[in-house]
């Protein structure tokens, strides 16, 4: 994670940070190994550095963390999961532009 401002989530503070945040939050369950994952990785910083204000991104790792991925039933990644007000809002997979990432933050801010 290049962004200081990606928050790496575990199962230890996932709920301080996603389901009790007072701001949207955008979950990405990756592993290091994923090619797609790599890709994703530098669009999620530079929507972090851009909307830290606003909005809060954070990584899951998948082969770290595989509870939280069976809990939220991950089957393929990168999985991007949308939280408001601790609520999954809306869910996609694969790589996605950055463009739909922002507008769909924007939609639940």
């Known amino acids: 994670m290049a962004s200081p401002a990606v928050i790496k989530l575990t199962k230890e503070n996932f709920a301080a940070e996603v389901l009790n945040s007072g701001v949207p939050v955008l979950v990405d369950f990756w592993a290091e190994w994923c090619g797609p994952c790599k890709m994703l990785g530098p669009i999620l910083d530079e ?58 933050l924007e939609s639940l801010a």
């Open 47 to 104: 929507i972090a550095t851009d909307k830290g204000a606003t909005v809060k991104i954070g990584k899951v790792n998948v082969d770290d963390e595989n509870d939280l991925a069976a809990e939220y039933g991950v089957q393929s990644i990168p999985a991007l999961f949308y939280f408001k007000a601790g609520q999954l809002a809306h869910k996609s997979v694969g790589v996605t532009p950055k463009s739909q990432i922002v507008q769909k």
